[in-house]
DNA sequence: ACAAGTACTTACAATTTTGTTACTATTCTA
DNA sequence: TAGAATAGTAACAAAATTGTAAGTACTTGT
């Protein structure tokens, strides 16, 4: 981390990504949760391979745990912590962010279908 | 956009990656800038390919502004919109949760150091 | 006349992120 | 006894992101 970083570039460095921001998102409103539990319920189907890395990223920040039951067949719990549960501060307002930005972009795209299908009617 | 996404990746679409954030950031505190200035104030080196892409996807997404003056040599600012404006909600927020993790982590490491250090002086 | 600054763009290269496939040992269920 | 489920990992491949170098047309200052 340089000296340098703003606030910003260091909660990016942690939540940014693909799936990180939805794995602690789903964490923070769920019980502890399994490996394969996890990985079934995230929507847009995520590889093992990739949950793996993205859960040890988070584990290594101190946000999420690991619970080993140490049993075979395995089990393996993923709780957030104490500390996982402030970035709720920050994922909350995205969140509503985020809806209401897709409010807005499905308005203006549905508005350049519609200024598109004139323009076909007008020269098509 | 898939119907089933989450306002959080949503948002982090729009938010994430190494640069947009920091832009967002700058121009929500400071007066409309123009292309080299920001290019000058980013801390981090930006290159001019990379930050004209990001400006024009945080353009796209209505964030901001691109005020050309149509003048030679050019000059063009970038200027955050009403719109852009409400992203200070969560920006501000993950500033401060950022700016706090640096504190945990820097401590973290210093940890780390003494005990490495301890342990050195004990075996080595 | 020459360098420096303006706001970029184009072609290309490196790096990072994300994904696919196949595999592990063991137990439970049909 | 075959198949599914458990929580992963290793080797590899593709895709996305980020970066570098050079160039544009024009003006201002030395």
Redesign the pocket.
């Known amino acids: 981390m340089k000296e340098t970083e703003t606030g910003i570039e260091i909660t990016l460095?942690i939540v940014?990504?693909?799936?990180?921001g939805l794995i602690l998102w789903k964490l923070l409103h769920e019980k502890p949760m399994?490996?394969?539990?996890?990985?079934?319920e995230i929507d847009?189907?995520?590889?093992?391979?990739?949950?793996?890395?993205?859960?040890?990223k988070l584990t290594d920040d101190g946000l999420i745990e690991?619970i080993?039951y140490e049993?075979?067949?395995?089990?393996?719990?993923?709780r957030i912590t104490p500390y996982g549960k402030t970035t709720a501060s920050f994922l909350t307002i995205m969140n509503e962010w985020g809806l209401e930005h897709k409010r807005m972009s499905t308005s203006k795209k549905e508005m350049a279908r519609l200024i598109n299908k004139q323009t076909q009617d007008e020269f098509g």
């Open positions: 460095e940014c990504g693909k799936w990180k399994r490996f394969n539990q996890l990985r079934r847009g189907e995520i590889s093992s391979r990739i949950l793996s890395r993205e859960l040890r690991r080993d049993m075979v067949p395995p089990k393996v719990e993923y």
